[in-house]
């Protein structure tokens, strides 16, 4: 009896001897990004009760198994998971600061959280504007805010963009939202006018921003913006801001990169194209060589395809030149060209303890789909914030931008619009004789 008592009793130390061994000290510190200790985070061995704060130091002690998971968190940092693998653990959490709050530029470069303002605002990063690049950063802007509409002219590359916020608010004035470039109001009316008539369109303001050097493009909607801006911005306004340097104190980074962009317009699109009269007006042909039908004078415009059917006999056309009375399908291909674009950005930024600098320049090579209509943009922009002592500090921001359009497509139906003689050009009459010919 004696000998299973002492049996027992030496068992129950052994579990208990190894029970206890599963549990070891652990301990560590937590620290944040600067490596200053964090006190009062939270400790907690994961799926049991055993939890603990750090002191001021950012230091704790612990009892856990070897193996087990332990949680520390604490509030403005993201927590974060350890497995427990001997009696020593450091711990370093990352600021959360960033995802509490969204913080938006307003007027005079003034950061707010989005959150406190009073007024709906949408935000477009500036890598959203360089995916599907455009040549006007305006267009880059469709389909990326609700309520925000973009029309585009047919005026090639260099053109406007008419931009409405929310549907037009007037029907006397200009319903364009005002545009804002780090905090200074930027003219954005277009330089030309196109009438009933016809015209020139030669572009806008915002046309000639260079989309790799802007940060973000915030868009302001409702009258409420006014109260930043003034009565200008009864519209909405647009705030563009563009990049800078960084304080990080590390070497500086230097951005060179090379983009090209081809397009071509669907033609084949199109299938609306009658091919079974050709040139004239109410079964008349309109040309040389060939009777009226009706005395009406006006029956011989040799712009319209209403003319007489198209039965591939030789008539004489405008220059006087014999030429079979049949269709041609193939005028699209044969004015319009393949566009394409070029562009190149260099770029250099950096900055210290006090002072954060960035230099860009950028040049872009557009070739329109229109014959002879080219587009040379050159970007210049340098930024220099420099924070000399609490109450002196240094801003530089200054861009130069230098354009060169050549043979700017004219609009409506006035003489000189491509777009319009090719599309009002008869069924019978071919680009390349136009192209030939000693009258053009």
Do not use: H
Not at 35 to 60: C, M, Q, S, W
Not at 71 to 76: C, K, T
Not at 310 to 338: C, E, H, W
């Amino acid at each position: 009896m004696r000998n299973k008592l002492l049996f027992a009793c030496l068992l129950a130390v052994l579990i208990s001897t190894f029970s206890f061994a599963q549990d070891i000290s652990v301990s560590g510190r937590v620290t944040d990004e600067k490596g200053a200790g964090i006190p009062g985070a939270t400790i907690l061995v994961k799926g049991t009760k055993k939890a603990t704060v750090t002191n001021d130091n950012g230091e704790f002690t612990i009892s856990a198994k070897k193996g087990a998971s332990i949680a520390i968190s604490y509030v403005g940092y993201l927590s974060k998971d350890y497995t427990v693998d001997g009696a020593s653990l450091n711990a370093s959490l990352v600021s959360a600061g960033k995802d509490l709050n969204e913080v938006v530029v307003t007027a005079l470069g003034i950061r707010k959280e989005k959150k406190a303002l009073g007024y709906a605002i949408s935000e477009v990063k500036g890598d959203e504007l360089t995916q599907a690049r455009s040549v006007n950063v305006a267009n880059s802007l469709v389909g990326k805010v609700a309520g925000l509409n973009i029309t585009s002219t047919a005026t090639g590359p260099g053109g406007s963009s008419r931009i409405i916020i929310r549907g037009n608010t007037s029907i006397t004035r200009g319903n364009q939202p005002l545009i804002v470039v780090d905090g200074i109001p930027f003219n954005n009316d277009n330089l030309g006018s196109v009438g009933e008539w016809g015209g020139q369109d030669q572009g806008d303001g915002i046309s000639s921003l260079n989309p790799d050097e802007i940060e973000t493009i915030s868009v302001l909607k409702g009258g409420t913006a006014a109260a930043l801006y003034g009565s200008r911005a009864s519209n909405g306004a647009i705030l563009v801001t563009t990049k800078g340097g960084s304080k990080s104190g590390k070497p500086p980074v230097i951005e060179v990169g090379s983009n090209f962009v081809a397009e071509s317009l669907l033609y084949k699109k199109i299938k609306d194209y009658q091919y079974e009269y050709g040139t004239g007006s109410r079964g008349a042909t309109g040309l040389t060589g060939q009777k009226p039908t009706t005395a009406d004078p006006n029956i011989s415009d040799q712009t319209d395809s209403w003319g007489a059917k198209l039965d591939g006999s030789s008539v004489i056309q405008y220059d006087g030149v014999s030429r079979p009375y049949s269709a041609v399908t193939d005028n699209m291909s044969k004015f319009y060209k393949t566009g394409t674009t070029f562009t190149n950005n260099f770029a250099v930024s950096g900055g210290g303890e006090k002072i954060a600098y960035r230099f860009s320049m950028s040049d872009l090579n557009n070739k329109s789909i229109v014959p002879n209509n080219t587009l040379v943009r050159d970007n210049v922009a340098m930024n220099i914030n420099a924070n000399l002592s609490k109450r002196f500090s240094i801003l530089v921001n200054g861009k130069y931008i230098r354009e060169k359009n050549k043979n700017r497509p004219r609009v409506s139906d006035s003489p000189g619009s491509a777009n319009y003689t090719l599309w009002t050009l008869p069924t019978t009459l071919a680009v390349s004789t136009l192209k030939a010919s000693k009258y053009n």
